[in-house]
């Protein structure tokens, strides 16, 4: 449990990070266009609010992993695997293996649930019915 507890919470934090530094970079750049001067802090609210839309992409990011994650377990590029500390294997054509590998990251008892039930592993192929 320590291992999955540790690898969501430095999945929590890249996330949240990532999300600050491209808000920040997006805000750099209209400053630049707007001419505002770099030594005006700010005020606590501007500062408050830039912080909450950087809550909020990490939010949209996060859901844009999981509809990734289902995509990804509906078309079975991923699987259980024991090699890597997160237990899973994304195959190499998976369109948007970054944001599945996240979403893992992120939730990783509900992702190695959600394999488990849908997992290619369980689907036995017998003869067809029609056979």
């Not at 291992?3 to 530094?21: D, E, P």
């Not at 408050?48 to 990804?72: E, M, N, Q, S, Y």
């Amino acid at each position: 449990m320590q291992t999955t507890l540790s690898i969501a919470l430095r999945a929590h934090a890249v996330l949240l990070s990532a999300s600050v530094a491209v808000l920040t970079a997006v805000c750099l750049c209209i400053v630049l266009l707007l001419h505002v001067p770099l030594d005006d802090p700010g005020t606590f609210g501007h500062r408050a609010t830039l912080f909450g839309i950087a809550v909020l992409g990490a939010l949209f990011v996060r859901h844009k992993a999981r509809c990734a994650f289902r995509a990804a377990l509906q078309t079975r590029q991923i699987r259980l695997s024991d090699v890597n500390a997160n237990g899973i294997f994304i195959s190499d054509g998976c369109p948007h293996a970054w944001l599945v590998q996240m979403y893992a990251e992120l939730c990783p008892v509900a992702a190695r649930r959600q394999i488990e039930s849908g997992s290619p592993a369980r689907d036995v192929r017998g003869p067809k019915a029609s056979d």
